[in-house]
């Protein structure tokens, strides 16, 4: 989730708590080589600056991507009409978290739900070892049971500025990685329990350091709301990584590494 207000103040959390179980395979994908459709491209080329700085190559495999994203999940509007832009830049950007992957999300993953800006949605806040149930505003949700939500004003900002370290899309659809499993718990599958152990002892002390940085009132280069817990950690670590790479891997070269390795490519080398 992201909250609109980026400055929340942030509860008692548990400690980080990544998960170390060995994940079943997932399916591997055969991409289609079928016609990208031109004025499509056209759009993620003005809409997209991320798009432009891909090679050609990933260009290529994410055009396919997008076009498996399109035939396999089903998209609706609230309050707005579902357009051929909204379709693409959200399946654009959400495909390009699945790059050199040869797999698709879940299965489970049916819709994306668009509204036209930040809604109102339940939140759930267990400070102080009660539950309590608020109304916030949000820019978007992730459900392990099929769907992303999604508020349209800030994914097209989110895609429009590719260096800011803010991007709705890869934001949830990182989410949608991390509850792969089941468990929203900051790490999604990973190839072998030695990847799962440098998982845990790089993110944890990495959030640990981001967390002690937040509460001082430093700057940090991941933003504040990673420091939430875990699962926003990997949520907005991703965000950071394709939008701010040259910065995350000056500042947190381990962290950058171990993205890169997870995500196989490495935006340091896009311009
Ligand atoms: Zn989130």
């Known amino acids: 989730m992201i909250p609109?207000?980026?400055?929340l103040i942030i509860g008692a959390i548990g400690l980080a708590a990544w998960v170390l179980l060995d994940d079943p395979p997932p399916r591997p994908l055969d991409l289609p080589n079928k016609p990208f459709p031109d004025n499509w491209r056209e759009l993620l080329q003005k809409r997209w600056p991320l798009y432009n700085a891909l090679p050609e190559v990933l260009q290529h495999q994410l055009e396919q991507l997008t076009l498996v994203f399109l035939d396999r999940i089903e998209f609706?509007?609230?309050?707005l009409e579902i357009t051929d832009e909204m379709r693409v830049l959200t399946a654009a950007q959400a495909c390009l978290l699945l790059l050199n992957q040869d797999t698709f999300y879940s299965p489970q993953l049916r819709s994306v739900v668009i509204h036209p800006r930040a809604y109102t949605?339940?939140?759930?806040d267990e400070a102080g070892g009660e539950a309590m149930e608020k109304?916030?505003?949000v820019q978007g949700q992730s459900w392990g049971s099929g769907s992303v939500v999604l508020s349209w004003d800030n994914t097209r900002t989110?895609?429009?500025n590719a260096?800011?370290?803010r991007n709705l899309a890869l934001h949830e659809f990182a989410h949608q990685l991390d509850q792969a499993d089941g468990k929203a718990d900051g790490a999604p599958a990973l190839g072998s329990r030695e990847q799962y152990q440098r998982w845990q002892k790089v993110c944890s002390r990495v959030f640990a350091d981001l967390r002690d940085k937040v509460e001082r009132g430093n700057k940090t280069v991941i933003d504040?709301?990673?420091a939430t817990n875990p699962a926003e950690f990997f949520a907005v670590a991703t965000e950071t990584f394709f939008e701010k790479p040259h910065q995350l891997n000056k500042r947190r070269p381990e962290l950058y590494a171990l993205l890169s390795e997870y995500y196989r490519v490495n935006p340091?080398?896009?311009p």
């Open 4 to 7: 609109t207000l980026i400055t």
């Open 135 to 137: 109304q916030i505003a």
């Open 76 to 79: 609706q509007g609230v309050d």
């Open 268 to 270: 340091l080398s896009w």
């Open 121 to 124: 949605a339940t939140s759930y």
């Open 158 to 160: 989110g895609a429009a």
């Open 224 to 226: 504040d709301y990673g």
């Open 163 to 165: 260096k800011d370290g």
